[in-house]
């Protein structure tokens, strides 16, 4: 496991050279600043305008262990066992879409509500990040800007990935008792193999009919 690191480590030795005892060694150590540095911090030559920063209100530093280091210069420092929060993973749920698709999420709506109604209400809110009232009001026609709604696929416009589309009707449909099958996007044409012909024989002539005998 990782050593966990000190929070503005000079803005600590500020508050630790103004709120206590602990010599220069003792700080720099913690702090992990050279003890020339953390003279200069209290002569008022170093991190001029750094406000102090109190360890011991973020946990990383108790006032017990503050106190037993003043009474040994020997001693030193060491940062509390205290959790730091990670930043949160995303979970599932709308994925973040860049503001300049944004305004592109209610033709994709139209799109998906057209093309494919078995998806319910849910399942499009999680494949393009919005929101149930946006859906409800594309449906009913009620959206703000109804009349300038052009039905757009969603993959086409970077919303969402077609694996990510098919899975969605994939599971709507399965949900619904419908073939899994996935039609044609609308606006391709499908491919048909036409089956192999076997390939026409030779007609067969008398080259002697073009060059009569001359006998």
Avoid at 64 to 69: A, K, L, M, S, T
Avoid at 157 to 175: F, H, P, S, V, Y
Wanted: with cysteine.
């Amino acid at each position: 496991m990782a050593t966990p690191q000190l929070l503005m480590p000079k803005a600590t030795a500020v508050w630790l050279v103004e709120n206590t005892t602990l010599t220069f060694e003792q700080i720099g150590a913690f702090c992990n600043l050279h003890p020339l540095e953390v003279q200069g911090i209290a002569d008022g030559e170093v991190a001029i305008g750094i406000v102090g920063l109190d360890p011991t209100t973020n946990g990383q530093l108790t006032k017990e262990e503050i106190e037993r280091c003043e009474k040994d210069s020997a001693e030193r420092l060491k940062m509390a066992k205290v959790a730091i929060p990670l930043p949160l993973t995303r979970s599932k749920g709308p994925r973040y879409t860049p503001v300049s698709k944004r305004q592109d999420k209610p033709d994709a709506v139209a799109w998906l509500v057209r093309h494919h109604p078995e998806l319910t209400d849910a399942q499009i809110s999680r494949l393009i990040g919005t929101t149930k009232q946006t859906i409800a009001a594309v449906r009913d026609r009620t959206h703000w800007n109804s009349p300038n709604l052009r039905p757009r696929d969603p993959v086409l416009l970077g919303l969402c990935t077609q694996t990510d589309l098919n899975n969605a009707i994939l599971k709507a449909r399965k949900a619904a008792g419908k073939p899994a099958n996935l039609d044609p996007l609308p606006g391709v044409e499908p491919i048909v193999e036409e089956p192999m012909q076997e390939p026409k024989e030779k007609s067969r002539f008398d080259i002697g009919s073009f060059f009569p005998s001359k006998n």
